[in-house]
């Protein structure tokens, strides 16, 4: 039972799986095919845009070299796709299936509420892993399509970087899910976590007060410093790791705590 769940789950979740890692690796390798139109025109652009946006767009220099196009046009932009799937699949995990009546089901077969959580929340994060790799990969066939030279390892340091963000984000809606067992609250909730968290990221460079709040965005630790250019950083990683671990832990004390709702 306890690999047959975790197998399970993934099984079930197969066509999502394939259509979202298929449409983050075509967009992806859309945007990178775009790379020398944006350099040959679009960073000059950039020279007029207010300072309170150069955080998201970034500065026309950016858009001279695969680094800085890779880091604020696909890992700071593509990240949508990952957390927003992430969102939709771990909000329905448990309490998606607790609304199906499904869940109950489960919990009257001889397996704990522990090993169904984990189980799950495994096959959850490995589905949200594979969707960040299509990114990865798309990565690595664009630059050989334009022909530009990338540091593979330091591309998949960065992949690693954004699926630890999206995970944090997807992981709210976990925790919420399995702590009331309301989807919709859930995925609502942390979509607007979301969105706030990035746009504090965006605006904290100039509006002062935001800095203290911009400790608790995810984005934060996602590209200070870009990856492509430095690698991860030690501290950005610990952060991001322990916060997805006490969301687990939280989430799991109050799912094991509270009753499933009988339909």
Same mark, same amino acid.
């Given at each position: 039972?306890?690999?047959?769940?975790?197998?399970?789950?993934?099984?079930?979740?197969?066509?999502?799986?394939?259509?979202?890692?298929?449409?983050?690796?075509?967009?992806?390798?859309?945007?990178?095919?775009?790379?020398?139109?944006?350099?040959? *025109?679009?960073?000059?652009?950039?020279?007029?845009?207010?300072?309170?946006? $150069?955080?998201?767009?970034?500065?026309?220099?950016?858009?001279?070299?695969?680094?800085?196009?890779?880091?604020?046009?696909?890992?700071?932009?593509?990240?949508?796709?990952?957390?927003?799937?992430?969102?939709?699949?771990? *909000?329905?995990?448990?309490?998606?299936?607790?609304?199906?009546?499904?869940?109950?089901?489960?919990?009257?077969?001889?397996?704990?509420?522990? $090993?169904?959580?984990?189980?799950?929340?495994?096959?959850?994060?490995?589905?949200?892993?594979?969707?960040?790799?299509?990114?990865?990969?798309?990565?690595?066939?664009?630059?050989?399509?334009?022909?530009?030279?990338?540091?593979?390892?330091?591309?998949?340091?960065?992949?690693?970087?954004?699926?630890?963000?999206?995970?944090?984000?997807?992981?709210?809606?976990?925790?919420?899910?399995?702590?009331?067992?309301?989807?919709?609250?859930?995925?609502?909730?942390?979509?607007?976590?979301?969105?706030?968290?990035?746009?504090?990221?965006?605006? *904290?460079?100039?509006?002062?007060?935001?800095?203290?709040?911009?400790?608790?965005?995810?984005?934060?630790?996602?590209?200070?410093?870009?990856?492509?250019?430095?690698?991860?950083?030690? *501290?950005?990683?610990?952060?991001?790791?322990?916060?997805?671990?006490?969301?687990?832990?939280?989430?799991?004390?109050?799912?094991? $705590?509270?009753?499933?709702?009988?339909?």
């Amino acid at each position: 039972m306890l690999n047959s769940l975790f197998t399970k789950t993934i099984y079930e979740k197969r066509w999502s799986l394939i259509t979202w890692s298929m449409t983050m690796f075509l967009f992806t390798l859309l945007i990178v095919w775009l790379f020398p139109t944006f350099r040959d *025109s679009f960073g000059q652009a950039l020279q007029n845009v207010p300072d309170s946006l $150069k955080s998201i767009l970034g500065q026309a220099s950016d858009y001279q070299n695969i680094n800085g196009f890779l880091e604020l046009q696909v890992f700071m932009q593509m990240i949508f796709l990952t957390f927003i799937y992430g969102i939709i699949l771990l *909000s329905g995990l448990i309490a998606g299936e607790e609304s199906d009546g499904t869940l109950q089901s489960l919990m009257a077969q001889p397996i704990s509420r522990t $090993k169904a959580y984990f189980q799950k929340l495994a096959a959850g994060m490995v589905m949200i892993w594979i969707v960040s790799l299509a990114m990865f990969l798309a990565v690595w066939v664009g630059s050989l399509i334009i022909n530009e030279p990338v540091n593979l390892w330091r591309v998949l340091q960065a992949t690693f970087a954004q699926f630890l963000v999206a995970l944090v984000l997807s992981l709210v809606a976990f925790l919420l899910g399995a702590s009331t067992g309301k989807r919709g609250i859930a995925g609502a909730l942390a979509g607007i976590y979301a969105f706030l968290s990035y746009l504090v990221y965006g605006l *904290s460079n100039t509006a002062k007060f935001l800095k203290i709040p911009n400790y608790f965005s995810p984005f934060k630790y996602l590209s200070n410093p870009r990856v492509l250019d430095n690698g991860l950083k030690l *501290s950005n990683v610990t952060i991001l790791a322990c916060a997805c671990l006490v969301m687990i832990l939280l989430g799991w004390f109050w799912f094991s $705590k509270r009753d499933i709702f009988q339909r």
